[in-house]
Protein backbone atom coordinates (compact mmCIF):
# COMPACT_ATOMS: atom_id res chain seq x y z
CA UNK A 1 0.00 0.00 0.00
CA UNK A 2 2.49 2.26 0.65
CA UNK A 3 4.23 1.46 -2.42
CA UNK A 4 1.47 2.06 -3.87
CA UNK A 5 0.56 5.47 -2.33
CA UNK A 6 4.57 6.72 -3.30
CA UNK A 7 4.13 5.47 -7.06
CA UNK A 8 0.53 7.73 -7.47
CA UNK A 9 1.77 11.02 -5.76
CA UNK A 10 5.74 10.21 -8.27
CA UNK A 11 2.90 10.02 -11.27
CA UNK A 12 0.71 12.92 -9.92
CA UNK A 13 4.41 15.10 -9.69
CA UNK A 14 5.45 13.75 -12.83
CA UNK A 15 1.70 14.78 -14.54
CA UNK A 16 2.17 18.24 -12.92
CA UNK A 17 5.40 19.03 -13.94
CA UNK A 18 4.44 18.31 -17.55
CA UNK A 19 1.41 20.25 -17.01
CA UNK A 20 3.76 23.40 -15.58
CA UNK A 21 5.81 22.72 -19.00
CA UNK A 22 3.16 22.50 -21.18
CA UNK A 23 1.49 26.23 -19.94
CA UNK A 24 4.90 27.43 -19.63
CA UNK A 25 5.25 26.98 -23.72
CA UNK A 26 2.68 28.70 -24.82
CA UNK A 27 2.31 31.18 -21.93
CA UNK A 28 1.88 34.58 -24.11
CA UNK A 29 1.92 36.70 -20.92
CA UNK A 30 4.59 39.29 -21.92
CA UNK A 31 5.78 43.12 -20.02
CA UNK A 32 5.07 44.79 -23.25
CA UNK A 33 1.74 43.73 -24.27
CA UNK A 34 1.20 46.68 -26.33
CA UNK A 35 4.82 46.10 -28.06
CA UNK A 36 3.59 42.58 -28.86
CA UNK A 37 0.54 43.95 -30.21
CA UNK A 38 1.62 46.15 -32.38
CA UNK A 39 4.60 43.92 -33.82
CA UNK A 40 1.53 41.40 -34.73
CA UNK A 41 -0.27 43.73 -36.70
CA UNK A 42 3.35 45.07 -38.60
CA UNK A 43 4.21 41.90 -39.63
CA UNK A 44 1.07 40.95 -40.40
CA UNK A 45 1.10 43.62 -43.04
CA UNK A 46 4.92 42.74 -43.87
CA UNK A 47 3.20 39.55 -45.10
CA UNK A 48 0.33 40.74 -47.32
CA UNK A 49 2.40 43.20 -48.35
CA UNK A 50 4.91 40.22 -49.70
CA UNK A 51 2.25 39.01 -51.98
CA UNK A 52 3.05 41.71 -54.61
CA UNK A 53 7.29 40.79 -54.18
CA UNK A 54 7.68 38.19 -56.90
CA UNK A 55 11.47 37.81 -57.87
CA UNK A 56 12.00 35.81 -61.16
CA UNK A 57 14.84 33.10 -61.92
CA UNK A 58 16.19 32.61 -64.75
CA UNK A 59 14.38 28.78 -64.79
CA UNK A 60 10.83 30.63 -65.26
CA UNK A 61 9.72 29.80 -61.55
CA UNK A 62 9.35 32.98 -59.58
CA UNK A 63 10.13 33.62 -56.09
CA UNK A 64 7.25 34.44 -53.72
CA UNK A 65 8.52 35.65 -50.19
CA UNK A 66 4.69 35.14 -48.54
CA UNK A 67 6.37 31.84 -47.20
CA UNK A 68 9.14 32.97 -46.07
CA UNK A 69 7.77 36.04 -44.09
CA UNK A 70 5.04 33.40 -42.41
CA UNK A 71 8.12 31.26 -40.97
CA UNK A 72 9.66 34.25 -39.79
CA UNK A 73 6.75 35.31 -38.19
CA UNK A 74 6.50 32.56 -36.42
CA UNK A 75 9.79 31.95 -35.05
CA UNK A 76 10.90 35.48 -34.33
CA UNK A 77 6.85 36.59 -32.37
CA UNK A 78 6.64 32.85 -30.89
CA UNK A 79 3.51 30.45 -31.43
CA UNK A 80 1.37 32.62 -30.42
CA UNK A 81 1.71 36.30 -32.04
CA UNK A 82 3.21 34.54 -34.71
CA UNK A 83 -0.04 32.54 -35.18
CA UNK A 84 -2.31 35.38 -34.62
CA UNK A 85 -0.08 37.57 -37.26
CA UNK A 86 -0.83 34.93 -40.42
CA UNK A 87 -4.37 34.62 -39.29
CA UNK A 88 -5.36 38.22 -39.74
CA UNK A 89 -3.35 38.01 -42.61
CA UNK A 90 -5.70 35.00 -43.65
CA UNK A 91 -8.64 37.11 -42.61
CA UNK A 92 -7.86 40.22 -44.74
CA UNK A 93 -7.51 37.86 -47.73
CA UNK A 94 -10.70 35.87 -46.67
CA UNK A 95 -12.94 39.27 -47.05
CA UNK A 96 -11.79 39.98 -50.47
CA UNK A 97 -8.70 41.98 -50.09
CA UNK A 98 -6.16 40.78 -53.12
CA UNK A 99 -3.27 39.27 -50.46
CA UNK A 100 -3.33 36.01 -51.97
CA UNK A 101 -0.60 36.31 -54.35
CA UNK A 102 -2.71 39.42 -56.04
CA UNK A 103 -5.98 37.43 -55.32
CA UNK A 104 -8.82 37.51 -52.43
CA UNK A 105 -12.06 35.35 -51.19
CA UNK A 106 -12.33 32.84 -48.40
CA UNK A 107 -12.86 30.47 -52.33
CA UNK A 108 -9.28 31.02 -52.66
CA UNK A 109 -8.35 29.01 -49.21
CA UNK A 110 -11.20 26.65 -49.46
CA UNK A 111 -11.50 25.51 -52.75
CA UNK A 112 -8.61 27.23 -54.89
CA UNK A 113 -5.24 24.91 -55.39
CA UNK A 114 -3.50 26.74 -53.19
CA UNK A 115 -5.94 26.53 -50.44
CA UNK A 116 -3.75 24.24 -48.43
CA UNK A 117 -0.09 26.20 -48.55
CA UNK A 118 -2.39 29.65 -46.92
CA UNK A 119 -3.89 26.83 -44.02
CA UNK A 120 -0.28 25.78 -44.01
CA UNK A 121 1.09 29.46 -43.49
CA UNK A 122 -0.94 29.16 -39.89
CA UNK A 123 0.02 25.75 -38.81
CA UNK A 124 3.47 26.22 -39.84
CA UNK A 125 4.41 29.61 -37.96
CA UNK A 126 2.58 28.42 -34.80
CA UNK A 127 4.34 25.10 -34.79
CA UNK A 128 7.93 26.99 -35.71
CA UNK A 129 7.14 29.27 -32.84
CA UNK A 130 6.46 26.32 -30.83
CA UNK A 131 10.12 24.59 -31.58
CA UNK A 132 12.08 28.20 -31.01
CA UNK A 133 10.65 28.30 -27.54
CA UNK A 134 11.34 24.74 -26.71
CA UNK A 135 14.73 24.67 -27.99
CA UNK A 136 15.96 28.31 -27.60
CA UNK A 137 16.14 29.57 -24.17
CA UNK A 138 18.18 33.11 -23.00
CA UNK A 139 20.90 30.74 -21.92
CA UNK A 140 21.83 29.87 -25.33
CA UNK A 141 24.81 31.13 -26.43
CA UNK A 142 26.24 28.62 -28.74
CA UNK A 143 25.63 30.31 -32.17
CA UNK A 144 26.29 26.84 -33.95
CA UNK A 145 23.26 25.44 -31.84
CA UNK A 146 21.07 28.22 -32.96
CA UNK A 147 22.15 27.93 -36.47
CA UNK A 148 21.35 24.41 -36.48
CA UNK A 149 17.74 25.11 -34.28
CA UNK A 150 16.91 27.55 -36.47
CA UNK A 151 17.97 25.46 -39.79
CA UNK A 152 15.89 22.61 -38.67
CA UNK A 153 12.58 24.49 -37.29
CA UNK A 154 12.68 26.30 -40.97
CA UNK A 155 12.80 22.52 -42.55
CA UNK A 156 9.93 21.69 -40.37
CA UNK A 157 7.82 24.73 -41.72
CA UNK A 158 8.42 24.42 -45.02
CA UNK A 159 7.52 20.37 -44.86
CA UNK A 160 4.18 21.69 -42.96
CA UNK A 161 3.58 24.03 -45.82
CA UNK A 162 4.42 22.07 -48.39
CA UNK A 163 2.69 18.84 -47.36
CA UNK A 164 -0.99 20.60 -46.61
CA UNK A 165 0.09 22.17 -50.04
CA UNK A 166 0.21 18.59 -51.94
CA UNK A 167 -2.95 17.37 -50.23
CA UNK A 168 -4.87 20.54 -50.39
CA UNK A 169 -4.24 20.79 -54.14
CA UNK A 170 -4.97 17.07 -54.73
CA UNK A 171 -8.19 17.59 -52.90
CA UNK A 172 -9.05 21.17 -54.64
CA UNK A 173 -8.49 20.26 -58.59
CA UNK A 174 -8.83 16.48 -58.15
CA UNK A 175 -4.83 15.81 -59.40
CA UNK A 176 -3.12 12.33 -58.41
CA UNK A 177 -0.47 12.60 -55.87
CA UNK A 178 2.79 12.81 -58.30
CA UNK A 179 0.91 15.72 -60.34
CA UNK A 180 0.49 17.63 -57.22
CA UNK A 181 3.91 17.08 -55.99
CA UNK A 182 5.15 18.04 -59.44
CA UNK A 183 2.66 21.18 -59.39
CA UNK A 184 3.37 22.05 -55.78
CA UNK A 185 6.92 21.04 -54.48
CA UNK A 186 9.29 20.48 -57.22
CA UNK A 187 9.43 23.20 -59.13
CA UNK A 188 9.94 25.58 -56.27
CA UNK A 189 12.65 23.75 -54.53
CA UNK A 190 15.71 25.95 -55.69
CA UNK A 191 13.90 29.28 -54.61
CA UNK A 192 12.97 27.45 -51.44
CA UNK A 193 16.35 26.54 -50.38
CA UNK A 194 17.44 30.45 -51.00
CA UNK A 195 14.88 31.48 -48.62
CA UNK A 196 15.80 29.06 -45.92
CA UNK A 197 18.94 30.30 -45.87
CA UNK A 198 17.37 33.63 -45.66
CA UNK A 199 15.62 32.72 -42.73
CA UNK A 200 18.22 31.39 -40.99
CA UNK A 201 20.31 34.28 -41.16
CA UNK A 202 17.43 36.53 -40.70
CA UNK A 203 16.56 34.56 -37.51
CA UNK A 204 19.81 35.06 -36.27
CA UNK A 205 20.22 38.38 -36.36
CA UNK A 206 16.86 39.52 -35.31
CA UNK A 207 15.17 36.57 -32.64
CA UNK A 208 17.60 38.01 -29.29
CA UNK A 209 16.18 41.83 -30.76
CA UNK A 210 12.55 41.04 -30.84
CA UNK A 211 12.37 39.03 -28.22
CA UNK A 212 13.97 41.86 -26.08
CA UNK A 213 10.96 43.87 -27.71
CA UNK A 214 8.52 41.58 -26.25
CA UNK A 215 9.74 40.70 -22.68
Same mark, same amino acid.
Given at each position: ??? $??? @? ?21 ? @? ?7 ? !? ?46 ? !?????? +? ?8 ? $? ?33 ? $?? @? ?15 ? +? ?58
Amino acid at each position: NIL $KKR @TIIYNICVDWQRLVYFVTIFQVK @TEKPMTAYI !LTIAFSALLCAASFIIIPLPLGIPIAFQDMIALLNGILLGPIYGGLSV !LIFLII +GAIGFPVFTG $KGGIQIILNGPTGGILIGYLLAAFFCGLLIKIFIN $KK @TKNNFYQYLIFSFVTAI +GFFIIFFLGIFGFMHNTGADFIKSVYSVLIPFIPGTIIKGILIVLLSKRFYNIIKNYLY
